[in-house]
């Protein structure tokens, strides 16, 4: 009788170690594939930047300077020869296009700042507040 408990219960071991195993394993093949979803998702938006073009915030601006708590504007933004665009703090992630508009509800007067980074290390930097009142 012991001899069939013991078999049992390592049978039982070797059968949760497969089954933690798989989960694992699915779980980084998950991570993987969000991963990669999220850099054909940026590449689709890289373009080659010829050389000695300039890093270029074009516009960042929003619908409205004051707004009520909880009410929507929109922030828009634009770059010229950007390989990544951020804001601070983040609120949005964002991806250097030359025209690109997010709606924002601030819970109280809030500065934004646009960074974006060049190529070469350059970095161009841009600023607003939006007043909530």
Avoid at 46 to 52: D, T
Avoid at 58 to 66: H, R, W
Avoid at 92 to 120: M, N, S, W, Y
Wanted: glycine share 6%.
């Amino acid at each position: 009788m012991k001899t069939i408990l013991r078999s049992a219960a390592v049978g039982l071991l070797i059968g949760l170690a497969y089954l933690a195993w798989v989960a694992v394993s699915r779980h980084n093949a998950d991570v993987e594939f969000q991963r990669q979803a999220a850099e054909n998702e940026r590449a689709r938006y890289r373009r080659p930047v010829p050389a000695g073009t300039a890093l270029k915030i074009t516009q960042f601006y929003a619908s409205a300077q004051e707004t009520a708590p909880g009410r929507s504007v929109l922030v828009c933004f634009g770059v010229e020869n950007a390989r990544s665009v951020r804001i601070e703090p983040p609120i949005e992630q964002l991806i250097p296009l030359p025209v690109k508009c997010f709606p924002f509800a601030p819970r109280r007067t809030t500065t934004l700042k646009l960074v974006a980074e060049g190529d070469h290390g350059g970095e161009a930097t841009a600023s607003l507040t939006v007043k909530v009142r």
